[in-house]
Each structure stands twice: as C-alpha cells, then as structure tokens.
C-alpha cells in the first residue's frame, strides 16, 4: 500500500467537510461508541483527573457528554479548557458550574479562573485529524500543543470518528502527538 503524505491545511478541510456530512443521529450513536470504547480500554478511578473538551456542536464534534456524566456519577474530578487571552486554562467543573458560549461558538464555564492543577491522568483532545504516528490536526491555533508542554498529562487521548491513513508532511517541533487515539470501538496506540 502506498503511503500518502498530506499536509495539515488539506487535511483540515477534508475532515472537516467529512465531518459536516454526519447527521447528528451517527454523531450521537459514534461518540457513545467512543466513550464505551474509553471505558473498555482504560482504568477509571474515584479522584482521577480528566481533562475533556466541551464540543463545537456546529462542527459536528464528538459530543463528550457521556464522559461528563459518567465523572459526576462517579466522583472523577473533571477539567475542561478556557481560552483566556492566548493561553488555554484548565477549569474544573461539577454539576452546578454555570456555562456561557464564547465567540468560538464553544460552550465553556463563565468563569476565567484556571485551577492550579497541573497534572492530569487523562486529556480528552478534540482534533480534526490524527495520523498513523499520533500527530493531530486541530484548529491551527496551537493551543493544546501549548498545554501539553505546559502540564503533566500522562493519557494524550484524541476523540475522532475516522482511522488515521495519510501521513502528515508539515508537522512541527513545537507539536505534541498523541499517546491514544479513539475512534468508534477501536483504539489506536503510539
């Protein structure tokens, strides 16, 4: 088999638009077999930390709802990202954390107070693309690149509803791969 190189402009735009073609039905029943898929592979515990993405519903994200769920239910502390300024800062939240949506179109805690945690058992990493080395292809903005750097994630986890097939060609120094990917009922180690 051949292997194809891409570069991560071209893939943005082919994942994104495969993505858009999902009905919100196949979205809902992939990120349930996406998250049992998580709890099948991987051990929870009480007071475990998870860093988890809140999706962008218009991009058809993987709806990390069931992950939120099963943390409150479970005693899982659970974090999710802020963008505040340039830097992406880490919130817990519980079930009574009030939410707004940002100009990204991103639901996340009104509050711009991170926590001083910096150590997490689990990163939940939205993306539009993974490769077959565990490079990801987010938004372009570099963000969880940065957080990676910034704290001590021991599971680097996508969430994606496709297999990585081409390589990227332009990855950077500065980006961060993957420990897991997860796609509906598999997951792909690097």
Known sequence: ?????????????KYLDKRMTLSQDEVFLFSEQIFETFLKEFSIKSNSKIHCFLPITSKNEVNTQFFFDYCFKNDIKIFVPKVVGDNLVSIEVTPDTEFSISKWN???????VGSSIKEFDFCLTPLLYCDPKGNRVGYGKGFYDRFFSENNVNNKIGLSFYKPNS????????????DFLIIPNQVFVF
Not at 1 to 13: A, D, G, Q, S, Y
């Open 1 to 13: 088999m051949e292997t194809i190189f891409e570069t991560k402009e071209v893939l943005r735009k």
């Open 167 to 178: 390589l990227i060609v332009d990855v950077l120094y500065s980006d961060v791969r993957l």
């Open 106 to 112: 991103i639901k996340e805690p009104k509050t711009n």
